[in-house]
Nanobody, 122 residues
Framework: VQLQASGGGLVQPGGSLRLSCAAS????????MGWYRQVLGGQRGLVAM???????NYGESVKDHFTISRDNARNTVDLQMNSLKAEDMGVYSC?????????????????WGKGTQVTVSS
């Protein structure tokens, strides 16, 4: 399974960005899909996660201005980021937890996409 992310960039404080991530490959089904963020010199932390049934989980600092959504048929996940602040900056990485393979049975695997930089600055 490969994850391809897009949509990062530079935005002014208060602005919006939308990140998208698409999963591709063979014989897989996505369980959870979402985004993590890593700041310079810091650890990677959860931004938002969504299950195949649409249940969501957000990091405490973003829950009031980020929205995660998912298209199960297209194996894509989007992160709408509004009212961006300096503390939202970082490298955002797409994550997927998937069942992969068919015989003798699917194996549960984790995948990471290449990170995309989000910079909030005037």
């Amino acid at each position: 399974v490969q994850l391809q992310a897009s949509g990062g960039g530079l935005v002014q404080p208060g602005g919006s960005l939308r990140l998208s991530c698409a999963a591709s490959g063979r014989d897989f089904s996505i369980n959870r899909m979402g985004w993590y963020r890593q700041v310079l010199g810091g650890q990677r932390g959860l931004v938002a996660m969504i299950t195949s049934s649409g249940d969501t989980n957000y990091g405490e600092s973003v829950k009031d201005h980020f929205t995660i959504s998912r298209d199960n048929a297209r194996n894509t996940v989007d992160l709408q980021m509004n009212s961006l602040k300096a503390e939202d900056m970082g490298v955002y990485s797409c994550y997927a937890d998937a069942n992969v393979g068919t015989w003798p049975g699917p194996i549960r695997m984790e995948y990471w996409g290449k990170g995309t930089q989000v910079t909030v600055s005037s």
